[in-house]
């Protein structure tokens, strides 16, 4: 049954989330380097940063202090051009939020301006829009899956038992019959730490199998299990993003995982 009115975004061909109900377990370091990965294998490639409360793109990629234009090649009045680095082309709330302080909305102007930031960017010929989701089950995520059509989610758990807990209820708020998106698995983070000096060696640090449990509940598959690495922490700190390009076990895991979006889109047309 089709409840809401979705309006497919003009100039942007899929349209893939990723998500969690839990805060912290890598959505946007996930979302980041899945788009990265993306535009490194020639796609066109968007990015929006959906978590208006705690956006964390335009720090991720060392964009922080770049305001988007007026686009001049727009053929509607207003519209913004996004942001491009590393291929990508970004567009954040935190792009015109005043640097240090936060965000206080209310439910309706966080649902308009997540419209805004979807429907008055110039999204020009873009091939995959990964959208970044905030932590929860609020106003924002709601706001996007009932209004704009989305091809499928990724779903971002780290193994213990709490994270999969939220992660079970942001889950179920994308795929209860009224929204529907269709489910295109599950990405463990932080899945283990293996110590430089004992390169044989996994650290279960925070438990094993969450990932695989969330992903059989839902009946879709495990599609990545992502180590602790410690320059991604360390290269957040100084406001860079973490590349997986630059690393060559994380690069294969993400083109891995872009593959199979990729595909999954593909066979979805
Ligand atoms: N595999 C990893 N290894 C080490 N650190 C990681 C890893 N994944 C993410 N981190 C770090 O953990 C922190 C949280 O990651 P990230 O911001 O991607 O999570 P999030 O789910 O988007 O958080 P939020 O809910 O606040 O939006 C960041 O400091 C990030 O650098
Ligand atoms: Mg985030």
């Known amino acids: 049954m089709k409840v809401f009115d979705k309006t497919p975004l003009e100039g942007v061909k899929h349209t893939i989330v990723v998500a969690s109900g839990k805060g912290g377990v890598g959505k946007s ?7 990265m990965t993306l535009a490194d294998k020639g796609y066109k490639v968007a990015l929006v940063d959906a978590d208006i409360y705690g956006p964390s793109i335009p720090k991720i990629f060392d964009v922080e202090n770049e305001r988007p234009c ?10 913004m051009d996004p942001i491009q680095k590393y291929g ?5 709330l935190g792009f015109f939020a005043d640097k240090g302080k936060s965000i206080v909305w209310r439910g309706p102007m966080a649902s308009n301006a997540i419209t805004q930031l979807f429907t008055q960017t110039y999204w020009d010929d873009i ?7 905030p932590p929860g089950t609020g106003d924002i995520q709601i706001t996007a899956v009932q209004k704009f059509e989305i091809d499928g989610a990724i779903v ?3 193994p213990q038992e709490l994270s999969l807990n939220d992660a079970r209820k942001g889950t179920e708020m994308l795929t209860n019959e009224n929204i529907h998106i269709p489910l295109i698995g599950v990405v463990e983070n932080m899945s283990w ?7 044989d060696e996994k650290y ?5 199998n969450g990932g695989q449990t969330l992903a059989d509940e839902f009946s879709v598959p495990l599609l990545a299990q992502i180590p ?5 922490g360390e290269l957040a700190e100084q406001g860079k993003a973490f590349s997986a390009l630059d690393n060559k076990d994380l690069k294969l895991v993400f083109e891995q995982l872009a593959e199979v979006v990729v595909a999954f889109c593909e066979e979805k047309k």
């Open 88 to 92: 990508v082309k970004i567009n954040s």
């Open 193 to 199: 730490f293996t110590p430089l000096q004992h390169p």
């Open 204 to 208: 279960f640090i925070f438990g094993k």
């Open 127 to 133: 091939d995959y829009m990964i959208i970044d989701f």
């Open 70 to 79: 007026l686009s001049v090649k727009a053929d509607k009045d207003g519209m």
């Open 228 to 232: 602790l690495i410690k320059e991604v």
């Open 156 to 158: 971002v758990t780290t």
């Open 29 to 35: 370091t996930v979302s980041a380097n899945l788009a």
